[in-house]
Every structure is written in structure tokens, then in C-alpha cells.
């Protein structure tokens, strides 16, 4: 797919847009737009139907992140009635035919007059006014100045785009590939099939590793990439990998010191994201999760914010390319973000995220401030005992979701997986199974209608998999907040 960037939405509950809700929102905005890109003539502005401009929901070609054929929002009448103004006519005819499916580049996007978003892909879903003509069309009308577009507009509808490569533009200009292999091995038997399962995938085609100094996996991981490397499958920089500081070293003087370790059992010179793994920092020490006499872990209390300034030293040192956080809630990301002296924004936040725990709120949030969000747990879990609640249900058996997968021939896995690419949402998928991990990488293959979206939002229900009992009376504990 073409190169984009991230998308930065306006603060809005998460849900598809309708045609109905744009009025009151985009109109006067987009009427102020229109009147800087035309020379309207005297007493004969054209509008759309009910004085709206650009309120349409018609159909498009080429949904520009998923390359499917849906429907697109777009002003067509409006695009006709400016055309028709300046005497030109039906000059500007709508396709007739669907471009190919499968998510694959389509070289002839240019030819079709306009872009647009089919209404599954994002939550929150605008367009690019200059882009409503073909190229070829605006070269030959002078009225339609390209070029003449508000900077305030076109923040406003910056679009996650995936690129050829399927990756994400990040605010920091790097790219993340948009669905990741993760390497949490829960017991030593399950890390003993680490590094074999990451060659597998690397074989796939994965090319974004998530890792964490917590894992204990480090090392596997490290060998199966540069086993790869030396087959010739990939080279160094064909590898996203991801690396968390662990909650024992949040102290700003050990955060290079964590950093260093993992690189050394990698043996990489560079990571190229790492992130913040949880905001409730420990007692800094040989323990991972330290405990008292009593069996109670030990807390520790650093201000993140400097935590955070030593995050951004590793970044400068060339440590790390790019810097994020994980498990943040909303007052903690703001609470960076508006620090005093703040160098690099985090370019993500890793939360867990799935059908029953869709994250409206955050992903809106996140979205708004340029963070992309990265979701762990999409499948649910492995029903893990130590961290994972074992009394929720397992959303890979729900019938909504395996009606859904039923419908496109596909896995309920990779519906839930698609349904969070179709958000702008980073996906992490974990399995020591070839099988699977084949199955899961033909998540780019399919589209979701925007109908069958919104029936999977409906399955929220606020349920998180994830059970951090022994660190809920920590004071930076993130799930007390909404």
C-alpha cells in the first residue's frame, strides 16, 4: 500500500462514522476549506443535499489503507456540482468496476478520481480534501488548487496508512510493522520452544519481534534472528524489535543499565523500540518482582517523568531508535506529555486490547495525541495461571465471533486480529505452532465490513484477561482509572 502516516483523530467515541454525524461536526469546517480550494462563481455556490458539503457516504474505489472495495466517505455531488458550476459538466464519472481484493498494492489507484477510507478501517474516518479529483484532473482544471489546503484541515484528517512493507508511519517519522510476534514464555518448557517458534515466523514473514527484559527470552530470540540473518531469510535492519524496561530499573540511573543487558543477550546494537513495561516501579535489584517476608511485593516510587528523560538519553545515545510505554492509562500518558522540557512524545502504548476490552476511549486518546495504540492479549490468552484471570470466558469461543468467521471462511483468531488492523491498531499474536503462525499472517487477505465492525464493538464487555493482583495497591497502579 502506499506510504502514509499516523492518523491523528478528533476526541470522539470510538465507532465508525456515519454520514448523519458529520454535519454539526465537519461542516463548517470543511465549507471554510472548499471556499480557499475554489473561485466560486458570483451567487452560485453549489452545495450537497440539505446545505451540507462533502457529507456523502458513496461509493469509492480502493479503500487507501485496506485495498478493498467498499463505501467511502466522499463528497460526489458535491465534487459534480463544482464541476458543473464552472460549465464543465459530467466530467468527473464515477467507476463502475471494484478494484482487486486482498490487501494488495494497486498500482492503479491514480487513475480513480479520489481517495478514501472504506467505513471498516478506522475508527475514526475523514478524507483528504484535495484529493476528492484525480491528479489528472485537477492538472487540467485550474480551479482546483491542490496545493491550497488549511494546515488546521489537514491535521485534522491525517490517515493511517500502511505502507508496501505493511508497516505504520510512528511520530517520530520511524515505521513499525503493523502486526508483531510476541515471545512471552510463561513456563521454562514453553521457553525452550521460543526460539525455534521465532524462526518459524521469521520464515513466515514476521519482521516485528516483541520482547521484554521480563520474558527471559532475550537470548533465544537474539540466536533465532541472527540465525536468520546469517541463512540469508533477513537482515538486521529487516527487524522491528521491541524491548521493555522492566519496573525494577525505572530509577533514572538504571534505565541504560536495562537497556544494555538486553542488548547484550541479543547481541544487537540497537533496539529498535523500547518502552516502558509497566508505570508501578519496584525495588531496584537481582529480583524481578521482589518480595517482602511476608510474600508482599516491594514497591518503589520514582516520577516516571524522569524515568521517561532517561528513556530519551538512550534514544540521543543511539541506543534505541525509537521510545514508548506499555499498560498507561490516560493521566499517565498526559502526565508525560505535558512535562516540562519534553523531547520525544511515545510513539505507542502497548495495552491489552480485544473484542471484550476494546479500549474506545484510549485508542481515541491516543489517536488524538499522534501515539499509536499496540495491542497484546488479541486473542484473549493462553490462560496462563500466574498473570491471567482464569475465570473469564475465552473469546476465541464466542459465537459472535466465530458467526463472523464462519461468514469469510476464516479463523475466529484472525477475525479478532483483523477487526484491530481495521482500527489502526498494532497487533501482537503469539503461538510455538507453524500452523498457526502461517494461519495468522494472512490477516492482510480480507477486509471486515464496516457492519461486521460494528457488531464486534458491541462485544465489549470490559473484561481484561490480565490479573496484576500483587501490584493493585501500588499509588501508580493503571487500571483504578476509567
Known amino acids: 500500500m502506499e506510504a502514509g502516516s499516523l492518523c491523528h483523530a478528533p476526541k470522539r467515541e470510538a465507532g465508525p462514522w ?154 517520530d517519522g520511524n515505521k513499525i510493522p503493523a502486526v508483531g510476534f510476541g515471545t512471552y514464555s510463561p513456563d521454562e518448557v514453553q521457553k525452550s520452544k521460543c526460539e525455534a517458534a521465532t524462526k518459524v515466523a521469521i520464515e513466515v514473514g514476521f519482521r516485528h519481534i516483541d520482547g521484554a527484559f521480563v520474558y527471559g527470552t532475550e537470548e533465544e530470540v537474539g540466536r533465532a534472528v541472527h540465525e536468520k540473518i546469517a541463512d540469508g531469510t533477513v537482515k538486521r535492519e529487516d527487524i522491528f524489535y521491541t524491548g521493555k524496561l522492566a519496573s525494577n530499573f525505572h530509577r533514572p540511573e538504571l534505565v541504560r543499565s536495562c537497556l544494555e543487558q538486553s542488548l547484550k543477550k541479543l547481541q544487537f546494537e540497537y533496539l529498535d523500540l523500547f518502552i516502558i513495561h509497566m508505570p508501578t516501579s519496584l525495588k531496584p535489584g537481582p529480583d524481578l518482582l521482589p518480595m517482602d517476608e511476608n510474600g508482599k511485593v516491594i514497591f518503589d516510587i520514582v516520577d516516571l517523568r524522569q524515568t521517561w528523560e532517561a528513556m530519551e538519553a538512550c534514544k540521543d545515545a543511539g541506543l534505541v531508535k525509537s521510545i514508548g510505554v506499555s499498560n498507561f492509562n490516560i493521566r499517565q500518558l498526559e502526565m508525560i506529555l505535558n512535562k516540562a522540557g519534553l523531547k520525544y512524545k511515545p510513539v505507542l502504548n502497548q495495552v491489552e486490547c480485544h473484542p471484550y476490552l476494546n479500549q474506545s476511549k484510549l485508542l481515541a486518546f491516543c489517536k488524538s495525541n499522534g501515539i499509536l495504540l499496540e495491542a497484546f492479549h488479541t486473542l484473549g490468552s493462553q ?11 475465552v473469546l476465541l469461543d464466542d459465537p459472535v465471533l466465530g458467526a463472523i468467521a464462519k461468514k469469510y471462511n476464516r479463523s475466529p483468531a484472525l477475525i479478532a486480529l483483523r477487526y484491530q488492523l481495521q482500527r489502526g491498531i498494532v497487533v501482537l499474536f503469539k503461538s510455538f505452532t507453524r500452523e498457526r503462525i502461517e494461519e495468522n499472517f494472512q490477516v492482510f487477505d480480507f477486509q471486515l465490513s464496516a457492519e461486521d465492525m460494528k457488531i464486534i464493538d458491541g462485544m465489549n464487555k470490559n473484561i481484561t484477561y490480565l490479573k496484576l493482583t500483587p501490584l493493585e495497591d501500588h499509588p501508580q497502579f493503571p487500571f483504578r482509572d476509567e
Open 18 to 171: 456515519e454520514a448523519e454525524d458529520w454535519p454539526g461536526l465537519l461542516g463548517p469546517l470543511l465549507e471554510d476549506c472548499l471556499e480557499s480550494l475554489f473561485t466560486w462563481p458570483e451567487d452560485s455556490k453549489p452545495r450537497c443535499p440539505d446545505d451540507l458539503l462533502w457529507t456523502q457516504v458513496v461509493p469509492f474505489p480502493l479503500c487507501w489503507v485496506c485495498s478493498s472495495w467498499n463505501q467511502y466517505i466522499k463528497c460526489w455531488k458535491g465534487a459534480q456540482s463544482v464541476l458543473a458550476a464552472r460549465g464543465e459538466g459530467d466530467t468527473l464519472q464515477a467507476p463502475t468496476s471494484a478494484p482487486k481484493l486482498g490487501g494488495q498494492p494497486n498500482k492503479t489507484r491514480s487513475t480513480y478520481p479520489g481517495r478514501g477510507f472504506c467505513s471498516g478501517c478506522l475508527d475514526y474516518q475523514t478524507t483528504d480534501a484535495v484529493d476528492f479529483i484525480d491528479s489528472d484532473l485537477a492538472g487540467s482544471h485550474s480551479s482546483v488548487q491542490s496545493s491550497v489546503f488549511s494546515k488546521e484541515l489537514k491535521k485534522f484528517c491525517k490517515d493511517m496508512e500502511l505502507d508496501e512493507d505493511r508497516c505504520i508511519k510512528m511520530n
Open 383 to 393: 490462560r496462563g495461571k500466574m498473570w491471567i484471570d482464569l475465570s473469564t470466558p
